[in-house]
């Protein structure tokens, strides 16, 4: 097992049977942590709300997909402001030649 120092103030349980670590604060209990096959997570003991914990590796391919999906994002925006442009030019032509009818 590890054996590595904890910059905290506070205390740190670990259960060796479930391999949970719980934090306590001034004597409350705060977050548990607690892994399985799927990942780490983090529970929230007094309102019992979990929240996965990524870890940078896990991270990385997520950041590459938000990035395509971005620049996706901005050719589109590009494409629907100048399809606007046109349909308000179109609009603007349509008007004027209401107002001013060929003989």
Excluded: C, W
């Excluded at 590796?57 to 442009?85: F, H, K």
């Amino acid at each position: 097992m590890p054996n590595l120092k904890l910059d905290i103030d506070n205390t740190v349980r670990a259960r060796a049977a479930t391999g949970d670590m719980h934090f306590s604060k001034d004597g409350r209990h705060v977050p548990r942590l607690f892994g399985d096959e799927q990942g780490l997570y983090l529970e929230n003991t007094r309102t019992g709300a979990v929240s996965r914990v990524f870890l940078e590796s896990a991270l990385a391919p997520l950041v590459t997909r938000v990035a395509a999906q971005q620049t996706t994002l901005d050719a589109l925006t590009r494409e629907l402001a100048a399809l606007r442009a046109e349909i308000a030019k179109a609009a603007g032509a349509d008007k004027l030649e209401a107002s001013h009818p060929a003989p």
